[in-house]
Structures are given as structure tokens and as C-alpha cells.
């Protein structure tokens, strides 16, 4: 599914992610967590091939995401990483036509798409009108209208209510289940990646410091804030 190996990305002489590798296997939940600054949206955005490499590569489904062949794999991937990654004076609705355009046909219509997400009700309310949590539904909805084979999500429960942060993470887990889908999201709100996670990954000024499934925390007692407090 995707394989990361020895990336590093430097900005001037700093390296904001370091050597850093990984692999991903398909269904997997794999949540990555550090301190603010520690690289991981850079992680992500590297990862999806949005960000230069000094050193390594990313490989999803067998095609460096760092050479033009990327293109073939990106109607496979649905990526949140942007906060406001959608047109705030179009509709719900008008934004995820939009994005169904750009693919040409979607494996969703936008009506299932809204339904799925449960924003049928405000489609035709603009998006800088809509509450943090229907916009984080929205983003999640724009990423996935394509039933991608991977989601790559950067801090989705960010500003988001309880009601809203239950809803994304049980809508995370169906498409899971329904679907497939692999996930690799960034989250600072470590009950919530309790309560989801099947693997973290821990970030500590740019280097990968921990990598452990769920029963391999599960097995040595501590729980994700343990290994945070003690890696971080």
C-alpha cells in the first residue's frame, strides 16, 4: 500500500522530517502523533508528494509519489491536509460538484456523497458558513467522493465539538469496514486516537521515535498517552 523510506525534507539547513521510514498495509488505521513542530503535516504533505525530498521517497501502490507517475495513483488517494482546502463562497453542494469534475465521473454521485456524510441538509449553504464540524464533514467528504483506497487526513477533530468528533470517528471506522479504506491521519487529541488507532507512529523533532501497533501497546500496559508522555 505505501511505503515511506529514509525521507527527509529540509527547509535551509533545518530537517523537518529526518530518515524517516515506514510501511502501510492495506486497512490499516495508522495514527500519527508529536508535539507541534515535531513534522507531521510536512510528513504528510511529503508522503502525498506535495512537498520536495532532500533525501528518499514515498510509494503508494507501487509509484514514487516524487516522480510525474504519481499521477497515475492520485484518483486512489483522498487527502485533507489543507484546513480551508475548499471554495468558502461556493455552496456544499457546488464545492463537491467541482471536485467531481476534476475527476470527470466519481465512484460517488455527490447526493450519496452528501448523505454519507450527513450534510445533505445544509448543501446549498456556503462554506464559510458552515459550523467547524460540517466543515470538517465537508472536507472529509470532498476527499472521499472517489472511494479512495487511502485517506490522508492532517489534525481531523481540530475545532470540532464532541457530537462532530464522535460522528468523524465512527464514519472513519465504517468506511473502514465497508470499504476498506486505509487511514493515516495527524492528531493531537490522543482519546480520540485511543479509541481509533491500529498503529502510531511518533514524530520527535522530525525523526520516527516510536512505531507500534495497538496490541503491541496493549501488551506492554501503557496506552497511547503513556507512550506520548514517554517518546515525545
Known sequence: MLIVDTLTVRKGENDI??????????GEAVCVLGRNGAGKTTLLRAVLGAEPVATGQSVIQGCNMHQPERQRVLPEIGAA?????????LSAFEN?????????VTRFSVNEILHQFDLYDVQQRPANQLSAGMKQRLLLALAFINKPMLLLLDEPFTAVDRDNTRFILRLLAELQREYGTTVVLTSHSLPDVEAFYSRILLLKAGRLVADQTKDEVRVSGRSVTNLYDEYA
Not at 17 to 26: D, G, I, M, N, Y
Not at 81 to 89: K, R
Request: charged content about 20%.
Open 17 to 26: 522530517v529526518s530518515e524517516v521510514s515506514f510501511e502501510v498495509k492495506p
Open 81 to 89: 491536509i489543507y484546513s480551508n482546502s475548499f471554495y468558502n463562497y
Open 96 to 104: 463537491l460538484r467541482l471536485t467531481q469534475r476534476y475527476y470527470g
